[in-house]
């Protein structure tokens, strides 16, 4: 089975297969191709990724991956990992381009310094995942409730 993050993140389709996922890509690229207004529309494959670009600046970006089906009845009595975030250099690249940076070997090299460790503190995470339990305990308690 496969599925298609847009950003880093899953969105909640599945394909059976890899050229299946490719296809529903290439759906939405041509959505966004008649709706949006601009001077040149793109899609770049860098690295089994799928970066679309509007008049040059990163827009979204999708990537297929694969998954086992049955991974959560597996998995359930387990702390195993259930997100994951992946970046890449052309991330950076994109990022740089965006300012107008010019994309060098050193403001590359830069860039992974600098970006390395940002994501490392998951405290302000944490309290958004703890923020999101209490609002499910609300819903159940006004359900309870009606």
Do not use: D, G, Q
């Given at each position: 089975?496969?599925?298609?993050?847009?950003?880093?993140?899953?969105?909640?389709?599945?394909?059976?297969?890899?050229?299946?996922?490719?296809?529903?890509?290439?759906?939405?690229?041509?959505?966004i191709t008649k709706n949006a207004i601009a001077n040149s529309i793109e899609m770049i494959n860098a690295k089994d990724r799928f970066d679309f670009l509007i008049d040059g600046k990163l827009f979204a970006f999708y990537q297929i991956i694969e998954f086992d089906a049955n991974a959560d009845e597996n998995d359930k009595n387990s702390d195993s990992c259930w997100y994951e975030e992946r970046w890449y250099d052309s991330d950076l690249k994109n990022a740089l381009l965006y300012h107008e940076v010019p994309v060098t070997e050193n403001t590359m090299r830069l860039m992974r310094e600098k970006c390395k460790h940002i994501f490392d503190d998951k405290s302000v995470r944490n309290e958004m995942l703890e923020d999101m339990a209490f609002e499910i305990k609300e819903a159940i308690q006004k359900a309870q409730e009606d």
């Open positions: 089975m496969y599925k298609i993050i847009k950003n880093n993140t899953f969105t909640m389709a599945s394909y059976e297969s890899k050229k299946e996922a490719y296809n529903a890509i290439l759906s939405i690229f041509f959505e």
